[in-house]
């Protein structure tokens, strides 16, 4: 089955910053992507878990975006705005679509 | 004195006290037992859908009169200057850096209204009775604690701290409109009209399902809060310096000291004046932690949560409100 280049990018970041992401991604033309709650993990400030949170304050979200490679730099952009001074993670790794004309 | 710690004696041992305390060394002792999130959100719309409907039936029953204004505004005015005190105390007795410093502020300028539902419900177990605006005087606190602290950061020039460095958003319109329109203000204020529109009728038809059930529940719900505050207090502990500690108990005491004034010079009655120390001495730690990791990303989360949800919120629930209740007695009687 033939299939098409595309870049997969991942965000990690602060729940509280998830509408200002989605439509910051939305003004440059990303309109699909998905976004996964997530549960726990550990990073410079130390372990944490989604359990036992009372506020959107300390929770983290995934935003997990598939597109052409040539929308790329314009994505990175739109999020670096959004990340900019908060804790986060920006990953992009290479990956194939079946459907090209999908994103 | 002693009347002080019979009735910090009585309400130690009342249920809600020690479901919470039950939540609490669980989470200590590492112990699995959880609330599902899911249903300790359902809680909390419960307590607040019932807390506001009862307050608002009060208004009605009892009209509305000047004090309800003075009692408004003397919320909001409080609300503003709670962070000054608390920024100055901070900067007095801890070492923490102008941002964080204003951080933590804006939380206990700001209200618990757990704290709040607690504090009424002791003083319905105790036959006190209170104004029912006192829903509506937690509610407009809520919010303005946050513009007193970007202030104050904004007055020191915004220094760069920690390993962000720079600035945060600050406040634009976005953030104004969560901070004002967040779901546990829309319920509580949504509620409160509700009740003062339906007035007692409203109240009768729905009694059974909020008046009854309602210290259970808050068992159930205080009993998750254990389990959140302990392990909050479990997992940063460490954070916790001498000074830190100090503040998270001295600054309840004082919010509600300035709650004292505030409620004995508008005339509340005691329960009145009793809660109006309570949501001076409480700390957010929902809706301002939130806002502050939007307006000022810079500011350590670990610190302001730590204070207000793992010190400041059982230290009100298990010894605050008990003495706040026995002051404002011994003071304005009752």
Redesign the interface.
């Known amino acids: 089955m033939q299939t098409h280049k595309a870049k997969r990018v991942e965000i990690t970041i ?1 729940a ?2 998830e509408r ?1 992401l989605a439509e910051s991604l939305e003004k440059v033309g990303v309109t699909g992507f998905t976004i996964l709650p997530v549960l726990g993990g550990s990073g ?5 878990s989604r ?8 929770g983290m979200i995934n935003v997990v975006c598939i597109i052409r490679p040539e929308r790329l730099d314009s994505l990175l952009d739109a999020a670096f705005g959004v990340l900019d ?3 986060g993670v920006v990953s992009v790794t290479d990956c194939e679509v079946l459907r090209a004309e999908r994103f | 004195m002693d009347g002080i710690l019979a009735l910090a004696a009585e309400n130690l041992i009342s249920p809600i006290i020690l479901f919470f305390a039950l939540g609490f060394a669980a ?1 200590f002792a590492r112990s699995d037992l ?1 609330v599902p999130e899911a249903v ?1 959100k359902g809680l909390s719309l419960y307590l607040l859908l019932a807390i506001g409907f009862k307050g608002g039936a009060s208004v009605a029953a009892h009209g509305v009169d000047a004090t309800l204004i003075m009692s408004l505004l003397a919320g909001l005015v409080l609300s503003f200057v709670l962070p000054f005190v608390a920024f100055g105390l901070l900067r007095m007795i801890t070492g923490l850096s102008v941002i964080d410093a204003a951080a933590v502020a804006a939380h206990y300028g700001s209200i618990s209204i757990v704290t709040f539902v607690t504090a009424s419900s002791v003083l319905t177990a105790a036959g006190l009775v209170f104004e029912g605006y006192m829903v509506a005087v937690a509610a407009v606190m809520e919010a303005p604690a946050i513009l007193s602290a970007l202030w104050l950061v904004a007055r020191a020039g915004r220094p760069a701290t920690g ?7 600050g406040l634009d319109a ?1 953030l104004l409109r969560e901070i004002l329109l967040n779901g546990s203000i829309v319920l509580l204020i949504g509620a409160f009209a509700i009740g003062a529109i339906t007035g007692q009728e409203g109240l009768a038809r729905i009694e059974a399902f909020i008046v009854a059930p309602f210290q259970g529940v808050l068992c159930l719900f205080l009993l998750d ?1 254990g ?2 505050a302990g ?2 207090l479990r ?1 940063t502990r460490g954070l916790l310096r001498p000074g830190l500690l100090a503040f998270g108990i001295l600054m309840p005491l004082t919010g509600a000291t300035l709650g004292l004034v505030a409620g004995g010079l508008l005339g509340l009655s005691v329960g009145g004046i009793m809660l109006m120390m309570t949501v001076s001495a409480s700390a957010s ?3 301002v ?2 806002a ?3 307006a000022l ?2 500011a ?3 610190i302001y ?1 730590t204070l207000a ?1 793992g010190i400041t919120f059982p230290f009100n629930l298990t010894i605050g409100i008990p003495i706040y209740l026995a002051v404002a007695k011994v003071i304005f009687g009752g």
């Open positions: 602060e509280v910053m200002r410079r400030s130390g372990r944490w359990e036992g949170q009372v506020s959107r304050a300390s001074r908060h804790i | 989470a959880s300790a390993s962000h460095g720079g600035s945060g958003r976005e809060m389990l959140v392990r909050g997992d730690y929902i809706a932690p939130a502050m990791r939007v990303p810079e350590n989360p670990a949560l949800l």
